[in-house]
């Protein structure tokens, strides 16, 4: 990042707290799966001069003048995400994952109709039907969870549910499971009850742009996905389709949602949709796997309790009430060692959602500053030393200042400290 000068003239306070997040993700082991390292040209587009303009409706039909470059910018977006994903419709206006999936709502779903997601408490997501999200509120909403002891979806369990309540859409994907999605598998139930697929690959679209984890194309005929996470740009969203319901979804989007697209935004994700075609990238989603995978490993070596298992994609999930601690103290006595993550439910957990049983681990930042296989039992041993001595503020002192030595190898993209 630049010493942005005129920041520092205009408002010295917040220039000065941006410089210290930025020391912060420099020097911190960033292992919360959602998070990632955008490259400098993404952060550049982002903080770009098309900030200043306003742009509504669609490229070619837009109530403003002056979109001859804009116009350019969104179509190029478009045509990467159609390439990338191989899909016949892309919009890359939502403004983040949820409002992807709001519009889905909006394009196909009317109030009150039977909507069915994986339960938040099992690794779902709040739009998937939880009750204090509009998913829930305004519609029918049915959920599904995991096997009490594999905590693997079962798709018998699945269907079963599907067959008695006919749900108007079925939503496959989550935020805290660590293993493959059966699209396929989703596709033959939704078709079997007459429901639309839709695929949330929010987390999981870097390594299916890579061809790390499996597509859900041509399986679902509508996938949403932020453009963060494993895909390595801007906080945006979008959704992809096989082109059935693409008038419905761009209806939806604008104007049925919102406004004018942010295209400084837009630019972004053209950008990192570039980036994530390059071989580079394809070598980082794989490294990715492999890293969270041996993370996992030596996790389960140290004693910690898998959810599952194990995982398959980049995250991992973790009960640490053997270890005679729960998920919050265990993630704030990692932060106090410089190392990042967040508390979180496990499938059945007999604790409360703000004070949970679990933790949550990813390995897309570590993986974008470089780190492979070779460290991951010295992140593991850290987080092990924490959990050990969550109440010894000396200890994870000192685990901190080691963390921080060690992470001066590794450059983070676009922080220049």
Known sequence: MSDMPALAATDPEIHGLILDEARRQHDYIRL????????????????????????EGYPGRRYYEGQDYIDRIETIAIER????????????????????????????????ETVMGLGLPFGGHLTHGWNVNFSGMLYRAVQYDVDPSTHLVDLDRVEALARKERPRIIICGGTAYPRIWDFEGFAQIAKAVGAILVADIAHIAGLVAAGVHPSPFPHAPIATTTTHKTLRGPRGGMVLSDGTYAKEIDRAVFPGLQGGPHNHTTAAIAVALKEAMTDDFKRYARQTVANAKALAEALGERGFRLISGGTDNHLILIDVTPRGINGKPAAQALHKAGIECNYNTVPYDPRKPFDPSGIRLGTPSITSRGMTEREMPLIAKWIDRAVEHADDDAALARIRAEVAEFCQAFPAPGIRI
């Open 81 to 112: 995400a159609k390439a990338l994903f191989g899909v016949q419709h892309a919009n890359v206006q939502p403004y983040s994952g949820s409002p992807a999936n709001q519009a889905v709502y909006l394009a196909l779903v009317k109030p009150g």
């Open 32 to 55: 919360i799966p959602s998070e990632n390292y955008a490259s400098q040209a993404v952060m550049e587009a982002t903080g770009s001069i098309l900030n200043n303009k306003y742009s």
